[in-house]
């Protein structure tokens, strides 16, 4: 026997003690989807028998089976359920969850039940209750389906539960197997010639019958149309629409979901009592001159559409009046509720039409949720929704999505065949709302698409109190600089990082080609500029505004001259840039002052004042010989501290000294540049110093070929001439961009940073290049920086990526808000 239960759905299993319900589970579901009575009272009372604690292991069942159908996953009720108000409790906790209550009734006969029941030790009761279960089981089977239960399978004998199996069954709103593509249609309204210009410029070929009237079309791409429903009433040709949109589900060149005014329709022609209002009588009037038969397929067509759709693996949801993200793939009155009215507030405007709640400003789900009910000038994205209901029949357009190409393609309505109530001008505000706290704080965890990561409540506590009170505005803060990993510690005598053990990490990550990058010794700084200045800001790798207006907005305004040509040539409105502020001391002067300046001060004063006293006690003839040639090693030691920080010192005054070494070109409207190879982006840097060259700063390079040791030797000449030059080091990184990943689809570190010998001192001291003390810190451990570095690189990816795809600002902004909580963690800061 098949039994058929829904893939997402509360099984109960009905049977008496004794009825081999248990078996029944183990040998059809997994452990985990089972919930066993017998175990929660376990639980609660240590006595899986005790029933006397029943109710408090109900009341847990009923708990862990909610979270599981909250989460989407089928869930088995292992308990007699003989009595209507145990059953009662669990349609209830399927119906708060919107899935179908399905029941599996055991009918065995008492004889056999009661022979099991001896069997167990832990069953002690006698013949009569398990009398008194077999009649309740009785009365059970005929009120089943009063109490609310979908689909019942009565399995009566050993033989027919032994023979059983179980078909899992997609809910009819389930369509995620269908990639499309898709042109999903706005509402119709009865405006047949503007439906048959639209279908024409999507690509669409109509079929007519013999009378000249459109019955089906199909696209020579083979894309899937897809109608939001409100194909009829107040538009001039109703039936006409009805006739070509059944024809084209009937060929499965399209699905359709209902609207609320087709709802309304077919409970009219069910013979139901409804008020003849907004354009129904004329659907009626129309409907009156078409034969009965394709009034009786009207009826049948529209009492077969299901609520909403699932479509593209999950990707869209398509619902006359949207739906909300607890909603989709399920299966309830509630749910086909909203999914044909929405939600209201209880309200009704000054035109006595009902207030309606705007859910997609609430909407967070992953899902693009395509719908049309509510008239709109034009149709937005909002929180990754659209409204495609753009008042065709009011004197608007008949608009059109294509998905997954996001584009929109609208026809006008060729005049206004019903007069609104409320003017579209006048529809209630759509914009996004803004960011919502509740998207960034607590214990949370994200799915970014290049990985997953957790963040901490604490560690959202403390990026929240910066971004609260430091940031730029977070809708404009859609990226932050990853943290970067040194390159492995180097067994070179005297250098704890050299460009061997940097080149040998890219190459074990599977890279043949890799770019050597200057690393500037600034503060790092991401810059965003427009052709307009609306929205530019420059902000710190924490997401701060760098100086403050009186010096950000001149500094932006020479980087929006210097690139404006560059976008026009990409033709994008405006630019993000990944850049280096120089010198470091004008962003980090007081850092320099009470650090860094404090200790060379106090060691260029304290140790020549010792070295004056040890050679007058030599000169005394005291054996102080070991001791100064300790302090006069500490004393060189310390003067080259000094000179390793002096040389990233340079006076400044406002602007005036100070420079921007641009290295990578982020992103601009509707695209991210993560693809693009080094070269570009670097190109694109050279052209910004060519075009503002007191204010643009070079970055050196070399791309080095890891398979040529010639190569690799000269960019090793090159470091050291480098570093020998007083420069920071630099950042070996995938030559082929940003995004690059190992032969197993893993992202690789976008830079490993190999800094010079001396500029290390201001890192591990003036003393670090004693050989001791390079043992030791060659044993340094990486993996936690260098895990930190590919989760923030993953994370800023996917914020570019969203942000490319016009995702809404909350879902760019809990990317960059994770990247800085990464911050937060216990990391070894000198890495």
């Known amino acids: 026997m098949i039994l058929d239960v829904p893939e997402l759905s509360l099984v109960a299993l009905v049977g008496i003690s004794g009825s081999g319900k248990s078996t029944f589970a183990r040998a059809h579901f997994k452990p985990t989807q089972v919930l066993s009575s017998d175990y929660f009272r376990g639980l609660v ?282 909603y989709q793939g399920r299966a309830s009155g509630r749910v086909r509720s909203f999914a044909l009215y929405g939600e209201t507030t209880g309200e009704t405007d000054e035109y006595g039409l009902p207030v309606r709640y705007p859910w997609a400003r609430d909407y967070r789900g992953s899902a693009a949720v395509v719908y049309g009910h509510v008239p709109t000038p034009t149709p937005e994205w909002i929180n990754n929704t659209i409204c495609l209901d753009t008042g065709c029949v009011f004197g608007g357009r008949l608009t059109a999505l294509r998905w997954p190409e996001r584009e929109l393609v609208a026809t006008p309505a060729a005049k206004e065949y019903y007069a609104p109530v409320r003017p579209l001008v006048t529809v209630p505000d759509r914009l996004d709302q803004g960011l919502d706290i509740a998207d960034v704080t607590g214990r949370r965890h994200i799915d970014f698409g290049y990985g997953r990561t957790t963040v901490p409540a604490e560690n959202a506590a403390a990026t929240l109190e910066v971004m609260g009170r430091f940031a730029v505005d977070p809708e404009t803060l859609v990226w932050l600089p990853p943290t970067m990993a040194p390159c492995s510690s180097s067994t070179v005598d005297g250098y704890l990082e050299y460009p061997s053990s940097a080149f040998a990490d890219l190459r074990a990550a599977g890279l043949d080609r890799v770019v050597c990058e200057e690393k500037h010794m600034g503060s790092r700084a991401v810059v965003r500029v427009s052709v307009t200045g609306e929205g530019d800001a420059i902000w710190t790798r924490t997401g701060r505004p760098f100086f403050g207006p009186e010096l950000d907005e001149p500094l932006l305004a020479r980087v929006r001259a210097a690139a404006t040509e560059i976008m026009a040539e990409l033709e994008t409105g405006w630019l993000l840039l990944d850049a280096e502020l120089l010198p470091w001391s004008a962003k980090a002067g007081g850092l320099i002052r009470d650090h860094y300046a404090a200790v060379g001060a106090a060691g260029r004063t304290a140790l020549p004042a010792a070295l004056d006293v040890l050679r007058d006690a030599a000169e005394r003839g005291l054996d102080v010989g070991t001791l100064r040639d300790r302090l006069e090693l500490r004393s060189a030691e310390i003067d080259g501290y000094s000179a390793a920080y002096r040389s990233y010192i340079r006076p400044t005054d406002g602007l005036t000294g100070v420079t921007l070494a641009p290295f990578a070109v982020l992103a601009g409207a509707g695209v991210s540049y993560a693809k693009k190879d080094h070269d ?29 040791p010639a190569s690799e030797e000269a960019a090793t000449d090159w470091w050291l001439s480098l570093t020998g030059a007083g420069g920071e080091g630099m950042v070996v990184k995938p030559w082929a961009g940003l995004g690059v990943t190992d032969g197993k689809g893993r992202l690789v570190q976008p830079g490993v940073k190999c800094r010079g010998r001396e500029y290390l001192r201001i890192i591990y001291g003036p003393e670090y290049t004693r050989p001791e003390q390079l043992e030791r810190l060659r044993g340094r451990n990486l993996g936690r920086k260098r895990s930190l570095a590919l989760r923030e690189h993953g994370l800023g990816l996917a914020a570019l990526d969203r942000l490319a795809e016009g995702a809404p600002a909350w879902r760019v902004h809990e990317l960059v808000f994770a990247i800085l909580a990464a911050e937060s963690e216990p990391v070894d800061p000198r890495l």
């Open 45 to 326: 009372a240590d006595d899986e028998n005790d029933q006397s604690a029943s109710g408090d292991a109900f009341e847990v069942l009923h708990y862990v089976a909610g979270k599981r159908l909250a989460a989407g996953r089928l869930t088995v009720v292992d308990a007699t359920n003989l009595q209507a108000h145990a059953r009662a409790g669990l349609v209830k906790v399927a119906r708060e969850h919107d899935v179908l209550p399905v029941a599996i009734v055991l009918d065995v006969p008492e004889a056999v039940a009661w022979e099991r029941t001896q069997s167990r030790p832990d069953r002690t009761f006698g013949r009569q209750v398990l009398g008194r279960m077999s009649r309740d089981l009785r009365r059970s089977l005929n009120q089943l389906a009063r109490e609310g239960f979908r689909k019942i399978h009565v399995l009566r004998g050993l033989d027919e539960i032994a023979a059983a199996e179980i078909r899992y069954e997609k809910l009819f709103n389930d369509r995620r197997s269908e990639h499309g593509p898709f042109d999903i249609v706005g509402d119709v309204h009865g405006c047949r010639a503007e439906l048959e210009t639209l279908l024409g410029d999507l690509g669409w070929e109509l079929a007519r019958d013999d009378r000249g009237r459109p019955v089906d079309a199909t696209h020579p791409d083979g894309r899937t149309a897809v109608f939001v429903g409100d194909l009829v009433d107040r538009g001039p040709d109703s039936p006409g629409v009805l006739r070509l949109v059944m024809g084209m589900v009937a060929a499965g060149h399209a699905i359709c979901v209902p609207g609320n005014h087709e709802q309304k329709l077919a409970r009219k022609l069910n013979g139901r009592k409804v008020q003849l209002t907004h354009g129904l009588p004329e659907t009626l009037e129309q409907l009156a001159a078409e034969p009965d038969e394709f009034v009786t397929e009207v009826r049948s067509f529209i009492d077969g559409l299901v609520s909403h759709y699932v479509l593209d693996d999950g990707k869209l949801v398509v619902a006359h009046a949207g739906l909300k993200e607890a």
């Open 680 to 708: 570009w982006h670097l190109a694109i840097a050279d052209r910004l110093v060519a075009a503002d060259p007191e204010l643009f700063t070079a970055t050196r390079r070399m791309v080095v070929d890891l398979a040529d």
